[in-house]
Each structure stands twice: as structure tokens, then as C-alpha cells.
């Protein structure tokens, strides 16, 4: 579901990076039309945010789609599956550590991390509670959870 990886990046530039809001969005969900306005994204990804991403693609030896998201304070992203999406490397930007939250067959797990490798094929949800929490995201969409992790621990 979840393998934290220990990788260095300037999260000083990527956050500030995240923080310029010129770009950001509410999120429009593209099966129902739903417009999420405490769920902001930002599609246009440069400077180093696009250069991290760059590095990825290779290290995973995988094209990745980068975007910034800004879940607002209190705002719960309620239970749901990524759509085309097979799993995502997350950076957690914010210095609150509010935990994803997936549905397992025994009941539900909250995992926290800063920087990991996430299987959003599987159901899962977070709560904002505490402050806004700002993500840089990678999504993946040709392989598995199994194989990113497996390429990233052979690296």
C-alpha cells in the first residue's frame, strides 16, 4: 500500500514551488464533473519541481505526471481509488503529518510519511485537519506498485 523512501530533494524549493499560486484549480472529478474547491491543483509543473520529475522518469525508468495539490485545512479527500492511475511517488510538503487512510479487508490503516510510493489503485483517503496540506505528486500510470518499488529499491 505504502513504502516510504528516503530520498533527498531541496524541500525548501519544491515548497516554495508549491506555494506560488498562479496555476492552481479547484480539482474537477472527470466521472461525475464534481467541482472539489478544497482540493486544489496545479497541472503546470517547472523549475525544479519539473526537473525532480525528470530525475524520477528516469530512476523508474517510467514516464510520470507531476502535479502540486493544496487539500485545504479540515477538508476530508473522502475514501476513493486514483482513476488511471496505478500508484504515485507523493512528497509531503506541509510540516503536518496528517495520515493517508486505506480500507483493508481487517478494517482501516493510517500510515504517515513525507516522501513515498503509494498504491492509489487501492481505496484510501486523507483529512486535512490540522492546516492546509500541500502535495507534489507523480503519477504512474504503465506500471504497478509492485514493479515501482521493486525498480526503485534496485536502484
Known amino acids: 500500500m505504502i513504502h516510504e523512501i528516503d530520498y533527498e530533494y531541496d524541500t525548501r524549493a519544491l515548497r516554495l514551488e508549491a506555494e506560488e499560486m498562479r496555476g ?10 464534481t467541482v472539489i ?7 503546470e509543473v517547472t523549475g525544479y519541481a519539473r ?7 528516469t530512476l523508474l525508468d517510467t514516464e510520470v505526471k507531476p502535479r502540486f495539490y493544496i487539500q485545504e485545512k479540515g477538508f476530508t479527500l473522502p475514501f476513493h481509488r486514483d482513476r488511471g492511475t496505478t500508484c504515485a511517488v507523493n512528497f509531503i510538503l506541509s510540516t503536518s503529518r ?3 487512510r486505506f480500507k483493508t479487508e481487517w478494517g482501516v490503516n493510517s500510515y504517515h510519511y513525507t516522501t513515498a510510493i503509494v498504491d492509489v489503485s487501492r481505496e484510501h483517503e486523507v483529512r486535512a485537519s490540522r492546516q492546509d496540506r500541500y502535495l507534489f505528486k507523480l503519477s504512474i ?4 506498485y509492485e514493479e515501482v518499488v521493486d525498480k526503485y529499491n534496485a536502484v
Not at 24 to 33: A, Q
Not at 37 to 43: F, M, S, T, V
Open 51 to 57: 526537473w525532480l520529475s525528470s530525475t524520477f522518469e
Open 141 to 144: 500510470f504503465d506500471k504497478s
Open 24 to 33: 492552481y484549480e479547484p480539482f474537477v472529478d472527470p466521472k461525475t464533473g
Open 37 to 43: 474547491d478544497k482540493w486544489l491543483i496545479k497541472r
Open 98 to 100: 496528517d495520515p493517508i
